[in-house]
């Protein structure tokens, strides 16, 4: 297997998934890019069956929702599925359409809307913003259940415009007015929930999209230069037709799966970074009428998506969940997942909770001296970990290669951990540090333990060095 | 009371929304007994301060700083328009912006001002698992550590020699290269400082000795090392830990009970400690919660509240009571709740410029009546 379709393969997997083994990445080589592409984005394995989760958890099953269960439930489908693009996806709209249970005090409707995020999220794109919609959790949150027809709400209809579908402006020219704000709002006056949420924790029930009709204000409105007696589907209509929309989708696939973008609220005024790539995935998903699946074929199998290598910082998710599945050993969802679960959130990033409806700042901004040593530590402890299933499979693999130089131990380690590439520098200095120890044998018993000890703690240098932290 | 050393804040926050009217009690108000039938606390077990408020039957250790005069108790803390959100409320508290949401926290932008040039990087240290976002402000280091005994970079590589030889590796792993971009220059300033903070901080456990016997609590553990870290002198100024579980919606006459006894008994051991090593005279302790609790019970506890109140303690306090407690008379309540008397920021204002002296205005953005207790 040639190095070079590995390495490209291991990209691949880290952005349109969580990262691969060296197993999977070399069975997915061997069946081709393009056919890999083409089944992350038509997955054919089975989704994670979620009972597996509630059997041994029921006290996160509906009515009931355990508060201190938090998103686990969303986190052990992201640690098991095998329809990783599918997962990310969802992580990506999470991040775009972002909605917290700071305010919405209701896990179980924050991972009921992950779960329609799923559902839709590969789709089309009009499809999915009615979805969001209609969505009792983004309703709640952007205050929608208190537009009326006699009185306006505009969180919804400005945070529609704004974060979800146009941005403010681009190339420093606004692309709506607040008068498309107020009657964007207007369209989705009577677009409320069934039920009022209730005070307690315990015994909820799902909350229900509901059209009140005499709560609709069903007047003319101008909206984007179109006039009409519109309702909330055709203000979507409107939207998705509009170029503005298509450059900003593209641009936030571009700064999720490609490389690190200057931050959302300065991309009025800031081109992107790579103004052809951000226009072709736009192109694709204006052609495909904005379908998901099309635009993500395209992006992946994009020249700057593979030239894109260790070009982003990796989320906090990314993070945990790929090492998670990396190491291997936590299919089952046992009693620690719930603690398990919150180290996203020690590394800045809780999952259903961001900061605010604009989401996290990504790229570098996840980094500060405490989130990077949680990071450092997460990964030496999870790396160093010699009994992982994941972790004896690679020392297994090092060890079929027979003895090892110290030159040839670090960039086997390298290669398997990735393939990683680390600045020149860095890899003298690992090299310095395995030649403390000489060259790598397996010949006894002895031997094989004690180089089984080395690369566990190779591998947990090579977790604390900063290319580490690029995806 | 005059000391030449650098003041120092230590931050305790109680999270989940601190009881109000059972944590100092308008015992003479036939209200308080209307309105709480179900978690009233025993008229004969409140720690009377005055003709009008108790302190809660926990709180002994409380009562008995308070009546040394080094406790000031703010009354009726809040903000307009209070959020009933615990962590948008929060947020506001971190913040310092009830409007629009803000990225900079408070403490993060006082650290900044104390220590402008980063000549110390353990100038504020955290404890907890997670980063509070009062300390989070891009480019300030903040110390971040879940246990003072085991914090660190790599603990979990064993021998203690082997370790230090794996951090040596690292040190020269994050160390500039020449031609790097600004994000990894930026990743490498960062690891070296986690690293350095690190190091600072493993002395603190190290040259501690004390007769102090702290309770076996989370509060008393993260308190002690604070004043670990405090007596090691190693220029910190600004700590900050917390407290968890004041959302007592359920069973709240014994949860809330052992909340206070395990914080009371945790400060008291705290100062205990401070003074033992004539180390309190420039500590100021400060308490806060989201927001206080509902008016009325709802049969076994209460609901998300309003208006709270806040504790100052130390040798510097002027000790008393600060503001008014609010009316608790149903036409003077917000949806059910007492209406803050009193805008946090102020008492934020106080702290930041008589104790830490730095200027206010920027970072709770605006003047605010500041209750006098320093």
């Known amino acids: 297997m040639a190095s070079e379709d590995i390495a490209l393969m291991a990209h691949l997997m880290r952005r349109a998934g969580f990262g691969a083994s060296r197993e999977e990445l070399e069975a997915r080589a061997a069946r081709g890019y393009e056919a890999t592409v083409e089944e992350l984005v038509n997955p054919t394995a089975e989704p994670v069956d979620r009972h597996d989760f509630y059997r041994y958890h029921p006290g996160f099953w509906k009515p009931i929702t355990s508060p201190g269960m938090g998103g686990s439930a969303w986190f052990h489908t992201m640690l098991t599925t095998q329809r990783p693009l599918e997962e990310k996806m969802v992580l990506f709209w999470h991040q775009v359409f972002a909605t917290g249970q700071s305010k919405i005090d209701n896990w179980h409707e924050l991972i009921n809307q992950a779960d329609m995020l799923r559902d839709k999220g590969m789709g089309n794109y009009r499809d999915l913003l009615v979805a969001l919609a209609k969505n009792p959790a983004m309703i709640y949150w952007l205050d929608n259940c208190d537009n009326h027809g006699h009185a306006v709400n505009e969180n919804w209809g400005r945070e529609l415009l704004e974060l979800f579908s146009l941005g403010v402006g681009m190339d420093g020219h606004p692309n709506y007015t607040e008068t498309d704000v107020r009657e964007a709002s207007r ?111 395209v992006l992946f199998n994009s020249d700057f998506f593979k030239n894109a290598r260790f070009a982003k910082i990796k989320s906090p998710a990314e993070v945990v969940v790929g090492l998670m599945r990396l190491a291997g050993g936590f299919e089952f969802p046992g009693p620690g997942i719930g603690n398990l679960s919150k180290n996203p959130t020690y590394m800045g990033q809780e999952l259903l909770n961001p900061p605010s409806v604009e989401g996290w700042h990504t790229g570098a901004e ?60 860095v890899r003298q200095n690992l090299v310095a540090h395995a030649k403390d120890a000489g060259v790598l044998r397996w010949g006894t018993e002895q031997e094989a333990s004690t180089s089984s000890a080395r690369v566990g703690e190779m591998l947990q240098l090579i977790a604390s060095v900063r290319e580490f932290q690029y995806a | 009371m005059a000391t030449t050393k650098p003041p120092v804040l230590v931050v305790l926050q109680l999270s989940g929304g601190n009881d109000y009217m059972n944590t100092v009690v308008p015992y003479k108000d036939p209200l308080y007994w209307d309105y709480r039938p179900r ?89 907890g698992p997670s980063m509070f976002r009062a300390l989070v402000v891009p480019g300030v280091p903040v110390a971040c550590v879940d246990d003072l005994d085991t914090y660190g970079l790599l603990t979990g590589i064993s021998p203690a020699q082997q370790r230090s030889k794996i951090l040596e590796r690292f040190a020269q792993n994050y160390s500039p290269v020449i031609g790097t971009d600004e994000v990894m220059k930026y990743l490498g300033q960062t690891g070296l400082e986690a690293m350095e903070g690190a190091d600072i901080l493993k002395v603190a456990p190290q040259k501690y000795s004390s007769t102090v016997q702290y309770p076996n609590t989370s509060i008393a553990k993260k308190l002690k090392g604070i004043a670990q870290v405090h007596f090691a002198d190693l220029g910190s100024r600004v700590f ?18 052992t909340l206070w006894t395990d914080v009371s008994t945790a400060i008291e051991a705290f100062f205990a400690d401070l003074r033992e ?70 008492l934020y204002s106080t702290i930041l410029e008589d104790w830490l002296h730095v200027d206010a205005k920027p970072i709770v953005k605006g003047s605010f009546e500041k209750p006098r207790f320093l």
């Open chain 1, 366 to 425: 996840w980094i500060n001296s405490g989130t990077l040593m949680k990071r450092i530590n997460f990964a030496a402890g999870l790396l160093g970990d010699t009994n992982r299933p994941g972790i004896r499979a690679l020392i297994n693999r090092l060890k079929a290669q027979g003895d090892l130089s110290p030159e040839g131990f670090v960039d086997s380690c390298l290669d398997l951990i990735g393939p990683l590439q680390v600045e020149p520098e």
């Open chain 2, 39 to 127: 978690v009233a606390l025993p008229e004969d077990q409140i720690l009377l301060l005055d003709n009008d408020v108790g302190l809660h039957p926990s709180m002994g250790p409380i009562r008995d700083m308070y009546n040394q005069g080094k406790v000031a108790i703010i009354h009726g803390v809040g903000y307009p328009n209070s959020v009933r959100s615990h962590f948008r409320s929060m947020d506001i508290w971190h913040t310092c912006e009830p409007e629009k949401t803000g990225t900079e926290g408070w403490l993060g932008l006082a650290t900044r001002e104390l220590d402008p040039h980063k000549d110390n990087i353990v100038t504020a240290v955290s404890f």
């Open chain 2, 240 to 257: 900050y830990c917390d407290h968890l579980g004041f959302d007592t919606h359920a069973n709240q006459v014994g949860v809330h009970a």
């Open chain 1, 187 to 297: 369209a989705f006056t009577g677009w409320t929930i069934a039920q009022a949420p209730p005070r307690g924790y315990y015994n909820r029930w799902d909350w229900e999209f509901e059209y009140l009709e005499e709560d609709h204000d069903d007047g003319e409105k101008t909206f984007l230069g179109h006039t009409g007696n519109f309702d909330g589907e055709d203000i979507i209509d409107i939207i998705v037709q509009q170029p503005s929309c298509h450059r900003f989708i593209a641009r936030h696939l571009y700064n999720f799966f490609v490389a690190d973008e200057a931050q959302v609220p300065a991309w009025m005024t800031t081109p992107p970074r790579d103004p052809e790539a951000v226009d072709t995935i736009a192109r694709a998903f204006a052609d495909s009428h904005y379908d998901m699946r099309s635009t993500l074929r």
């Open chain 2, 277 to 346: 090593h004539n180390a309190a005279d420039n500590v100021l302790m400060f308490l806060f919660t989201e927001f206080g609790r509902r008016v009325r019970d709802n049969g076994s506890g209460t609901d998300h509240g309003a208006g709270g109140v806040s504790f100052v303690i130390g040798d510097a306090v002027q000790g008393g009571q600060y503001g008014e407690y609010p009316s608790r008379k149903a036409e003077d309540l917000t949806q059910g709740d007492l209406a803050p008397s009193l805008d946090f920021r102020g």
